[in-house]
């Protein structure tokens, strides 16, 4: 009896021994803490965007190719992608409910979001400050990059509007032969900074900014507004908001003689077919700008046959593409940094996330070749202007 109990015992010993020495350890020692996936669990990101409102194109656009992109990569590490979406609101208020609802889930790993800089503001502060790291397909104000007020765990694969505004109003004055132009925005971020970035290249280039004023993006009138502009004598006027104050400012402008002739031109924050359709006829003729979506890739090709077949529409905006690599390159970051444990455990730190998604270099995207600078802008950065033509929007330059 005594030889039994003692060969059980170390026959035990034994076995535990091997599967210490055996089974892989996981340990975090990330400074930002770590997730843990257990084995069967799936791997949680979050989004944040507009996905409801008059601005809910802008963010649907995006949110089909977040989808979309966790189709396409299938299981990572043996673990399927489970998507957790929040609204932003386009304002500053749903940013900030939306980041507080993401950072109270620890299990979540990242975030794809914001759609509106204004958003993405106090969305990036909560984000970064608790450990995640967010990625925007669509934020574009030069605010957020800046390295005076960039959040250490915010970047974006949209163009920076320091590209944008230069971009307008270089076809304003060399292609359409403008001298004297007016830019309104609403204080959102995206709209002053890009109309303040507009202001002071056409300035550079020789122009004259006549007018440059703000209107709050709840307006219902904005008769008296426009009335100052038009008596400022501008040839162009570049407002570049959203879809409620863009569509009213569009068909107020027909209304008044002074404008009669005058360019009217907006930003990719209308570019989708409700602001079509709220701007109706007074439409035909303006111009917008935005990203060029001229991508001649396979796999653009692949994610727009996608698009149709799974929301049965066309492109609702203009961010799909650069949520689709945003999305993915998330996605790549968490495959690199995890540790996988013998049973399918997976151990994800932090803080590798986020360098693992700031040295992103070279990667070949939908949108480019994205490169990330140490402020967070990834995006190779092209912008076209389209002019509404036959109530659509055609890509007339470059």
């Known amino acids: ?50 996905i409801t409102g008059p601005n809910e194109q802008l963010g649907l656009d995006s949110q089909y190719g977040v989808e979309i992109a966790i189709d396409f990569k299938g299981e990572v590490l043996g673990h399927e992608v489970q998507l957790q979406p929040e609204d932003d609101g386009c304002s500053a208020e749903g940013g900030q409910t939306s980041a507080q609802k993401i950072v109270s889930n620890p299990q979540i790993v990242g975030v794809i979001g914001t759609s509106c800089s204004g958003a993405g503001v106090p969305a990036s502060k909560i984000i970064s400050d608790a450990g995640y790291t967010m990625i925007s397909p669509s934020n574009t104000a030069p605010v957020l990059t800046d390295a005076a007020t960039h959040e250490a765990g915010y970047l974006r694969t949209a163009h920076n509007d ?41 300035t550079e280039l020789g122009g004259e900014i006549v007018a440059f004023e703000g209107e709050a993006p709840d307006a219902t009138n904005v008769e008296p507004l426009l009335t100052t502009v038009a008596a400022a004598g501008p040839e162009f006027v ?14 107020t402008a027909k209304e008044i003689d002074a404008l009669d002739g005058v360019y009217l031109a907006a930003a990719d924050g209308v570019q989708s077919p409700d602001f079509l359709e709220a701007a109706g006829s007074a439409a035909e003729g303006m111009y917008v700008s935005g990203p060029d979506l001229n991508f001649a890739n396979e796999t653009y090709d692949r994610l727009l046959t996608s698009y149709q077949e799974k929301y049965g529409t066309e492109p609702l905006s203009v961010f799909h593409a650069h949520a689709f690599d945003a999305t993915t390159i998330l996605l790549n970051a968490i ?33 480019g070749s994205l490169t990330c600078d140490a402020n967070g802008d990834c995006a190779d950065p092209k912008i076209s202007v389209s002019q509404v033509q036959n109530g659509e929007f055609v890509a007339i330059w470059p």
């Open 1 to 50: 009896m005594k030889r039994t109990l003692l060969f059980v015992l170390l026959t035990a010993l034994l076995a535990m021994l091997l599967g210490a020495c055996g089974g892989q350890q996981l340990e975090c020692d990330d400074p930002l803490g770590c997730v843990e996936v257990a084995p069967g669990d799936p791997i949680v990101i979050a989004s944040a965007l507009v």
């Open 162 to 202: 320091k590209v944008q505004g230069a971009a307008m109003a270089d076809y304003a004055y060399n292609v359409l032969g403008v001298r004297k132009a007016a830019a309104i925005h609403d204080g959102d971020p995206y709209t002053e900074g890009l109309a303040s970035v507009f202001r002071d290249s056409f």
């Open 238 to 251: 570049y407002y570049p908001v959203f879809i409620p104050l863009g569509s009213l400012i569009t068909k």
């Open 335 to 367: 495959e690199e940094v995890a540790q996988q444990g013998d049973d399918g455990t997976l151990l994800i730190g932090r803080q590798a996330l986020r360098d693992a998604v700031f040295a992103t270099s070279g990667y070949q995207g939908v949108t």
